[in-house]
């Protein structure tokens, strides 16, 4: 048994299904009954770099709020609505937004969330049309 080697041990349909797979990857990705173009596949894997870094972003602006008020510097809106010297919490409750805009990038949910929210621009601009 020692002998043998690896690509011995896979069955011959199993190989030929492999380089199927990678011989066709230049122009579309196959998985099961899914056809994906390639570019769809660069968008998708943006969306989800994209999201990732958001959700850092959000996450570090929780962890160190301390970190983004020395940055940033008093804001007086933060004392109106939070209390007096509470900039800290201003910048938690923005990070915390901040994590749910990642997470909705990295799903996708947030085409739908903007084409619901400029829902009456489009419907407004149809109508003008008309």
Partial sequence: M?????CDLVPLHHALRAWH???DFENRCELGKIKAPR???????VAII?????????VAMVWKPRFFVDFVGHQE?????????E???AFKVIGIIVILIGAFIMTGIINDL???????TFRAAENLKK
């Fill in 87 to 89: 900039d800290e919490t």
């Fill in 2 to 6: 020692a002998g043998r080697r690896a």
């Fill in 39 to 45: 570019f769809y596949l660069n968008i998708m894997l």
């Fill in 21 to 23: 797979i990678v011989s």
């Fill in 77 to 85: 809106w933060a004392e109106k609505v939070f209390g007096v010297h």
């Fill in 50 to 58: 994209v999201g990732i870094i958001t959700v850092i972003v959000g």
């Fill in 114 to 120: 903007l084409m619901w929210f400029f829902a009456p």
